[in-house]
């Protein structure tokens, strides 16, 4: 049963400490997203591949997020300095491209910024 | 500022009861999709709308797209426990070129037993 993976699952970290999450999309899909989800928020688009080209990030705060897509494999998630307001859930979604929009979500990373 | 308005936020039932949840929008969606998430876990898909009036069915759930394709219902008949999650609405408008999908706040359903 293929699945998105991330890791970690669960990271605490102080304030100005760089933050990385990975996620390994189904095998296949050649479309990444990732979300952020707080209570307040909701479900928050912060940016998304295709090809692994970045498409849009215009859900993220520049100066401090970067998302990268090294290979087909992989996506990272980078916050660099993190901050307590960074504090959520961060979710990994693939897709396969022209399979009418099928997003599967990862289990996310639970992000706390002490 | 949501671009999508489900109701109500909360919902509290017991098992064999029937509820409703509403995805709202003033605009135009190319497809709307309802996601079910349950704690600790990511949003898994349930079905997929692309046109108007459209009705799908998936065992006691019971999905409808407006005509105007702007707003889209969840009903379920006879709750279970197993019911109990998150259930989010994510639209793409039909401006947007990329396919990109914006999410409603979702509505937290609880069937007791």
């Known amino acids: 049963d293929a699945r998105v993976t991330q890791t970690p699952r669960h990271k605490v970290t102080e304030m100005g400490q760089e933050v990385t999450m990975r996620c390994q999309p189904i095998?296949?899909?050649?479309?990444v997203f990732w979300y952020r989800q707080t209570m307040m928020q909701g479900l928050e688009l912060l940016a998304y591949?295709?090809?692994?080209?970045?498409?849009?990030d215009s859900g993220m705060p520049k100066d401090r997020f970067s998302a990268e897509m090294p290979d087909a494999t992989l996506a990272t998630l980078k916050i660099q300095p993190s901050e307590p307001r960074d504090s959520a859930v961060y979710f990994c979604a693939s897709e396969r491209t022209g399979a009418s929009y099928e997003q599967y979500f990862g289990p996310g990373t639970r992000l706390t910024v002490t | 500022t949501q671009l999508l308005e489900q109701s109500p936020q909360f919902l509290s039932i017991q098992e064999g009861e029937n509820l409703t949840v509403y995805c709202n929008s003033s605009s135009v969606f190319s497809s709307l999709q309802w996601y079910r998430q349950e704690p600790g876990e990511g949003p898994v898909l349930l079905v997929t709308?692309?046109?108007?009036?459209e009705v799908k069915k998936l065992k006691r759930l019971t999905f409808q797209f407006g005509d105007a394709r702007k707003d889209s219902s969840l009903h379920i008949t006879a709750a279970q426990p197993g019911d109990t999650g998150l259930y989010l609405c994510?639209?793409?408008?039909?401006?947007?070129?990329?396919?990109?999908?914006?999410f409603g706040a979702g509505t937290q359903v609880v069937v007791t037993p």
């Open positions: 591949f295709r090809n692994r080209a970045p498409l849009d």
């Open positions: 994510a639209g793409v408008s039909r401006t947007d070129s990329w396919g990109k999908f914006q």
């Open positions: 709308v692309v046109t108007g009036g």
């Open positions: 095998l296949g899909h050649n479309t």
